[in-house]
T-cell receptor
Framework: DGGITQSPKYLFRKEGQNVTLSCEQN?????MYWYRQDPGQGLRLIYY???????QKGDIAEGYSVSREKKESFPLTVTSAQKNPTAFYLC??????????FGPGTRLTVL | KNEVEQSPQNLTAQEGEFITINCSYS?????LHWLQQHPGGGIVSLFM???GKKKHGRLIATINIQEKHSSLHITASHPRDSAVYIC??????????FGKGTRLSVIA
């Protein structure tokens, strides 16, 4: 089965700790994205990558970092600099024909 | 930057009703997407449109490029259609811009 996996589904961290969210895809897509979703708001773009070893900041990149060392993997680190990290995080990928695929999401709660 | 507006924000319908969700955007686009998000949070792509109309089962999506407007219709609605429906625009190397979503509840 091809798709995007995100782990874990729920994540709890203490304030001030960095945390890394996993995103893996076996769809052979070049383009991958990280979005943040807050109640009552649309999805907002954190970072995206069009190809391995390259990535760009989205609209709300401050306090986040990413890497793209492998085509299949696009992990997101939420650093202690992110002022309000509690949110639902979605990873996505895109085909060359603009079809969008989304992972199941990770709900991060900072205590 | 494109602005995407959806209406209504919330919608409650009786089972069997015909439902329409609207989406307007401010800047010309290459593609418009309709997405469905269930309570668990996962998102599924329903349609990608660049012109005209598409139909899949009881779902119909239309787009008017000149008016920068799209509609998602659900015929013979069912409680399992209850979800958040999200409109997004963009494509290619341009990241998507998302509307805030329309929360649909279909009551049996």
């Amino acid at each position: 089965d091809g798709g995007i996996t995100q782990s874990p589904k729920y994540l709890f961290r203490k304030e001030g700790q960095n945390v890394t969210l996993s995103c893996e895809q076996n769809l052979n897509h070049d383009a991958m994205y990280w979005y943040r979703q807050d109640p009552g708001q649309g999805l907002r773009l954190i970072y995206y990558s069009q190809i391995v070893n390259d990535f760009q900041k989205g609209d709300i990149a401050e306090g986040y970092s990413v890497s793209r060392e492998k085509k299949e993997s696009f992990p997101l680190t939420v650093t202690s600099a992110q002022k309000n990290p509690t949110a639902f995080y979605l990873c996505a990928s895109r085909t060359p024909y603009n079809e969008q695929f989304f992972g199941p999401g990770t709900r991060l709660t900072v205590l | 930057k494109n602005e995407v507006e959806q209406s209504p924000q919330n919608l409650t319908a009786q089972e069997g009703e015909f439902i329409t969700i609207n989406c307007s955007y401010s800047v010309g686009i290459s593609a418009l997407h309709w997405l469905q998000q269930h309570p668990g949070g996962g998102i599924v792509s329903l349609f990608m449109l660049s012109s005209g109309k598409k139909k899949h089962g009881r779902l119909i999506a239309t787009i008017n490029i000149q008016e920068k407007h799209s509609s998602l219709h659900i015929t013979a609605s069912h409680p399992r259609d209850s979800a958040v429906y999200i409109c997004a625009v963009g494509g290619g190397n341009t990241p998507l811009v998302f509307g805030k979503g329309t929360r649909l509840s279909v009551i049996a």
